[in-house]
């Protein structure tokens, strides 16, 4: 079964073919990123239009590279939340009119969702279920059990600001630039002393995280009100490291209290080295994380995602409207 994906939730437009939910024909991504870098951050009126000029050539060149026509197709997929309502209005009008141009079954996917689902790209075996996940991406901070194909129950997340956004507001502070992960990944990697430790904060008893008392330790450090200002890259590295530790404690909590055969991370954040590091060594059980490529935003962990519903025959039909607040697993 090859399925389209379509991606415009936030500042990449992005398409791809996918065999089986896991075999990647085409990855086609067109970033936006350095047009948002000038503004420090994405502006959403930029990327609704940037997302109208991209959408056509990029599923044009998805398909290209996947070597098959819109009648070798078996569906198409778009994610319909949450995320950006003018990004997301581009992908779902586009995947609208495509399943009715070629009487294709259309699929609504969540975002969140198919990050989760990217942990089934280029695998020879799904992951063994229940799984927990740590959903950590430039909007939200989940972790949540997954119980089966579609079946996904929250346990907790952030209070205030999500990890990617953490990355992001923190890098501006240190003058690193946008998106603020990678910036401050590459970064990090220089320094030469790990003595600097940042708090963390708990919120024992939960599954909650909360990153903004941290964002205000670095705001405060980088402008000396403690005295001497640490080198940038010591901040950087202080700040991913408590970040970090957070999240997989925190994952790995849920996971002993669970008893869950596999720990899935997804989302941007999920890209970052010493993240992914700190949970394969502190996990107890399997560890699943797409590679990095995977992690960000692209067309075929939306394609991954839609190969379950597809394959019961579920489809949601051109009355599919955008939902830019939608969650995941929320009870
Ligand atoms: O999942 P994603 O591509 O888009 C959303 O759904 O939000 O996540 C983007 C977020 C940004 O905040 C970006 O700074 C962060 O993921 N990110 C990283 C890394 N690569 C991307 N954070 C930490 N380390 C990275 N290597
Ligand atoms: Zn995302």
Known sequence: ??????????????????EDGRHLL??????????????GGVVPEVASRQHLEAM??????????????FGDLDAIAVTHGPGLAGA???????????A???????????????????NWLEEDDPPELPALCLIVSGGHSDIVLMEGNGRFRRLGGTRDDAAGEAFDKVARILGLGFPGGPAIEKEAKNATSTQ???????????????????????LRLARGENGVTPPIAEMAAAFQESVADVLVEKT????????????????GVAANSRLRELLRERSPVTVRIPRPALCTDNGAMVAAAAFYKAEDGTANGLALDIEPGLGIGRS
């Open 196 to 218: 600097l430790r940042l708090p963390r904060a708990w919120l024992r008893g939960t599954n909650d995280f909360s990153f903004s008392g941290l964002k205000t330790a670095m």
């Open 1 to 18: 079964m090859k399925i389209l994906g379509i991606e415009t939730s936030c500042d990449e437009t992005a398409a791809s073919v996918v």
């Open 252 to 267: 790995i909590a849920a996971v002993r209290k669970h008893r869950v055969a596999t720990v899935m991370l997804a989302g």
């Open 26 to 39: 085409s990855n086609v991504i067109a970033s936006q990123a350095s047009l948002h870098a000038q503004y």
């Open 88 to 98: 997301l209005l581009i992908g779902v009008n586009v995947a609208k009119a495509l």
């Open 56 to 69: 056509v050539p990029v599923v044009e060149a998805a398909l290209r590279e996947a070597e098959c026509s």
């Open 100 to 118: 009715f141009s070629y009487s294709l079954p259309l699929l609504g996917i969540n975002h969140l969702e198919a990050h989760v689902y990217a």
